[in-house]
């Protein structure tokens, strides 16, 4: 099948191009870089001629609310009426787990108008929705910085490791339309400030990490629940202590 990655040189992206390739489908990595803009719909239709299905795992450059809401609302318009127009029969979008739950967030609130858009638009879709990356530890703690403190509240997270959320993105890519939403997770549970504070420390990072009830995320209140999914979440493989091992290993 040819199957279109829309954000295919990003970080789950560039992963999923490649599993993709090993299962002997043509997979296409579009973003800016190869000249396929979704914002303005610059290179799309090209880009999708004759693909069966397209994968958005996209994201914003700016996570500022106004911009990053116009991200997901103009680019998801553009790129399923593109596929509309070149009779693509499955749409797949990467979202995150408690997407629903975070709307004092701009950035959640944009993933929730993406996700209203292709849920609404005649294209047969699935949607994943996983949990925090192992790789977005810097990006959390960065929002999270006050000077030399990091205050996050102490809930639960199951974060799980970007070649886990990949390979789930793949499978559901080749299979059929779910019309629906799948949930996967890492296979353990911590709290948000333990796991920041140790992805921290492994790095020498000396930011100081404070359990604070009252700390947002990304601008949303969070519940000892909120970032963690249902009980049928599909659970990926790797865990972190291994996956910090191994990525101190690789910069060494
Ligand atoms: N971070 C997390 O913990 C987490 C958890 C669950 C779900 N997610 C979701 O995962 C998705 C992917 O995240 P990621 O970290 O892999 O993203 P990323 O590494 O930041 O990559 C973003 C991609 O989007 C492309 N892009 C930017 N503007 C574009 C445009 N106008 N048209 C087409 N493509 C454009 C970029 O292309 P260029 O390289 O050409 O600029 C790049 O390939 C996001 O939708 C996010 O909501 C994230």
């Given at each position: 099948m040819k199957i279109v990655v829309i954000?295919?040189?990003g970080l789950i992206g560039s992963k999923l191009v490649t599993k993709l390739a090993e299962r002997g489908h043509e997979a296409l990595a579009a973003s800016p870089a190869s000249g396929v803009d979704t914002l303005t719909g610059a290179g799309l239709a090209e880009a999708l001629k004759d693909a069966s299905v397209v994968v958005d795992v996209s994201n914003s450059p700016s996570f500022e609310d106004t911009a990053v809401l116009e991200f997901f609302e103009t680019s998801t318009g553009n790129l399923l009426a593109a596929e509309q127009a070149a009779g693509v029969g499955h749409h797949v979008a990467l979202s995150v787990v408690g997407t629903e739950r975070l709307s004092e967030s701009g950035y959640f609130r944009a993933k929730i108008a993406q996700e209203k858009l292709i849920k609404a638009a005649p294209i047969p879709y699935s949607i994943v929705h996983a949990t925090?990356?192992?790789?977005f530890v810097k990006s959390i703690a960065a929002a999270a910085t006050d000077g030399d403190t990091v205050r996050l509240a102490p809930v639960l997270i199951q974060p799980m490791a970007a070649d886990d959320v990949a390979e789930a993105v793949c499978r559901v890519a080749v299979g059929?339309?779910?019309m629906g939403t799948v949930e996967v997770a890492g296979p353990e549970q911590f709290r948000l400030d333990d796991f920041i504070r140790a992805g921290l420390k492994a790095h020498q990072d000396p930011r100081e990490v404070i359990a604070d009830r009252g700390a947002r995320y990304f601008g949303a209140e969070l519940g000892e629940r909120t970032l963690v999914p249902g009980d049928l979440a599909q659970i990926g493989e790797t865990h972190f202590e291994d996956w910090l091992a191994e990525s101190l290993a690789v910069k060494s």
């Open positions: 954000g295919g040189t925090q990356f192992f790789e059929s339309p779910l």
